[in-house]
């Protein structure tokens, strides 16, 4: 066989040749945009031949703190294809983070959305590597700013050759791309992205069995870019000739509800977070998402109330998937099998609630208390990852050898296996609830709460007991909306017939918010906290 490397620049190379009139529909701050894949190809090239001149060589970081946006898309291609590293930097994280994750990748410059300068301006002084500053904005001047030297995007497109080609001759083992996790506790753990594995990932969203990306959808990625590269859906639509939608900065359930219908979308992805506002939209407006083939969660299990809202009022198909930021991150897709098409509604949301089963290309293994765990949907175990997208290390990181090791990727969540190789999230190992000998599952709980339909989100932790050792106490956040309230005997009354009794928590609080890590995600320790002062009050 032929050894053709596998490289990110020839997915625009080929959306280039063969999908030149596709159009990429983009938001910014400003304005909207709409470039076609011809457009997007020669705008790239101006960028690569601008950081050539820039002094930006193979190996070389290249940081973004953006939006969902087409100048965001080109440097996804322009980094990778001229053999230097986009690195994309969650702009949620605290200015510490921050500060520690440029410095830690070594960034040579730094693509900026006008709106996050005034957060890199408050820590320019402590990074030790960043040689330039580029803005990203639709106005003719330059904002005022004291980082230097700064640049205009826009101008630097100006310089830049247009016929810049793309670099060909590198090992698809390469780095293309980095990101950090959003850790809860400790600094931020950085993943590299090899272009093999993101092309061989990039395939995968292309698989009839998966999210099955074709140049017939219109793609709307509303997980940011700058978490996972937005779960791989701008390589992939680009790649498959996909119409793109980039929702820009600060979306509104509104702007999507917007787009979905003047765009005619067919895809769009996100965490739950996002899913249950946009239900509350289209419940009270009034919209057209006759065009929606898919819905897809991810970040955290999403309610079956939320499953079956779309599923069955909106008649909108809603699906599952899981992975991490180290499986690059496609690992299980939800999707009913053949035979499965007759089931009762019932079940069929029961499915839909599981995060999926394996996508082809990737390996698992569950290991239990005894070993690896029964294909049974009751024996729980960790669910340990390989595969050509599965990271084996992280960068320049000597807590490695906590998750890598003998050759797997070990996730930290428990899980549990069905007959037909469906996984389903039972908890994070850190987040089992351990009490009387018996374990708890927290989002098992989480969800049977939030089926409740005056409840928006609900979280459960594990407090100490002097005589069970851990007894779970559940936060819950009301719908806004509503002018009802609810119980707590209410909600333990509504969620007792799924659960034995001494599973049930043992208290239920209410607040204003659940605090949440940057991508969506319950910060359960935070939690705890805010749970051990009320009981101290």
């Not at 960790?382 to 998750?403: H, N």
Request: aromatic content about 8%; proline content about 5%; charged content about 25%.
């Amino acid at each position: 066989m032929m050894q053709t490397p596998l490289t990110v620049g020839s997915m625009l190379e080929h959306a280039e040749k063969f999908f030149a009139k596709k159009e990429v529909i983009s938001q910014t701050h400003d304005q909207l945009h709409r470039l076609t894949y011809a457009d997007v190809g020669e705008r790239t090239r101006r960028l690569m031949s601008a950081l050539n001149q820039l002094g930006i060589e193979k190996g070389d970081r290249v940081g973004t703190l953006a939006w969902n946006h087409h100048r965001h898309l080109e440097i996804y291609f322009a980094a990778p294809g001229m053999n230097a590293v986009l690195h994309t930097i969650n702009i949620r994280l605290s200015p510490e983070h921050i500060a520690y994750i440029i410095n830690h990748a070594e960034d040579q410059i730094l693509f900026i959305d006008e709106d996050v300068l005034p957060l890199i301006e408050s820590i320019q002084d402590q990074l030790k590597t960043v040689k330039a500053f580029v803005v990203m904005t639709d106005k003719d001047t330059l904002p005022e700013s004291s980082l230097t030297p700064f640049y205009s995007y826009e101008k630097l497109l100006e310089i830049g050759d247009p016929q810049q080609a793309f670099v060909t001759d590198m090992d698809e083992n390469d780095p293309a791309g980095m990101c950090y996790t959003s850790a809860t506790t400790g600094k931020p753990k950085g993943v590299m992205y090899s272009h093999r594995g993101i092309v061989l990932h990039t395939m995968a969203l292309g698989l009839a069995n998966t999210a099955a990306v074709s140049e017939s959808d219109v793609l709307m990625p509303v997980v940011p870019q700058f978490h996972v590269n937005a779960w791989g859906m701008p390589f992939a639509g680009t790649w498959f000739g996909s119409t793109l939608v980039m929702p820009g900065p600060h979306f509104t359930a509104k702007r999507l509800a917007d787009f979905i219908e003047r765009y005619r979308v067919t895809v769009t992805a996100g965490v739950p977070t996002i899913w249950i506002g946009l239900l509350r939209e289209l419940e009270q407006g009034s919209y057209d998402t006759s065009s929606l083939r898919g819905v897809l969660c991810g970040g955290a299990a999403a309610p079956k109330g939320l499953i079956q809202a779309f599923e069955q009022k909106l008649g909108v198909p809603f699906a599952h998937a899981y992975g991490a930021t180290e499986t690059t991150p496609l690992v299980t897709y939800s999707r009913l099998k053949s035979y499965q098409q007759n089931l009762s509604e019932e079940d069929k949301i029961n499915e839909r609630a599981k995060q999926g089963a394996l996508v082809p290309g990737i390996e698992m293994k569950v290991i239990g208390s005894n070993g690896e765990a029964a294909w049974n949907g009751e024996d729980m175990g960790e669910l340990l990852l390989r595969g050509p997208w599965i990271a084996s290390e992280y960068y320049k990181d000597d807590r490695t050898e906590e998750a890598f090791h003998d050759g797997w990727f070990h996730t930290g969540d428990v899980i549990t296996v069905d007959e037909e190789g469906n996984i389903q999230i039972v908890d994070r190992t850190k987040d089992l609830i351990k009490s009387g000998g018996e374990w708890i599952s927290s989002v098992e709980l989480e969800n049977a709460i939030m089926a409740h339909d005056k409840v928006a989100e609900a979280s459960v932790v594990g407090m100490p007991d002097a005589e069970w050792q851990e007894r779970p106490i559940a936060c819950v956040v009301l719908q806004e909306d509503l002018n009802e309230t609810v119980s707590k005997d209410e909600l333990l009354q509504f969620i007792r017939p799924k659960f034995a009794k001494w599973s049930l928590p043992d208290d239920v609080l209410f607040f204003d918010e659940i605090p949440k890590t940057s991508v969506g995600k319950f910060m359960k320790r935070q939690l705890r906290d805010h749970v051990k002062d009320h009981y101290k009050v």
